[in-house]
Structure formats: structure tokens, C-alpha cells
């Protein structure tokens, strides 16, 4: 394998284990890291785009004037 194709399999494995929830035997997942069973996690989930020209829904952006037809 060549060492410029070494390179981005590693950087692929490497994002894609940074955005997965860690593995907490001990505990449960809160955002990136473990916290202890029983305790309440205080990390607000991801909001939605920031949407200058548009309004959000869902996911993405959309006209002003338009309705949204994503799932709430």
C-alpha cells in the first residue's frame, strides 16, 4: 500500500471513532466521555443549522416563505 493511501485510512478510521459515542462499561455516555450511572447528563443536544437567509428545518436550511415538512 502506498504511504499517501496509509495516511488517509488512518485519518478515515480516526474521524470516525472521534464521532462515535465512547464505550462506557462503568458508566453511561454523556457528549464524548462517560459519566457515572445515575447521573443526570447536562450536555444540551446539537441545535439545528445556523441559517442566515433561511429558516432551519431539520438538517438544512430553507426559504423563508417555504414549510417545513421534516419530522419534529
Do not use: D
Not at 462506557?24 to 442566515?52: E, R
Amino acid at each position: 500500500m502506498k504511504p499517501l493511501a496509509i495516511i488517509a485510512s488512518v485519518l478515515a478510521l480516526a474521524a470516525g471513532s472521534a464521532l462515535a459515542a465512547p464505550n462506557c462499561p462503568n458508566g453511561v455516555a454523556c457528549g464524548n466521555t462517560c459519566i457515572p450511572k445515575g447521573k443526570a447528563c447536562h450536555i444540551a443536544p446539537p441545535k439545528g443549522p445556523n441559517c442566515t437567509n433561511g429558516k432551519a428545518c431539520g438538517n438544512t436550511c430553507i426559504a423563508k416563505t417555504a414549510t417545513c415538512k421534516a419530522p419534529h
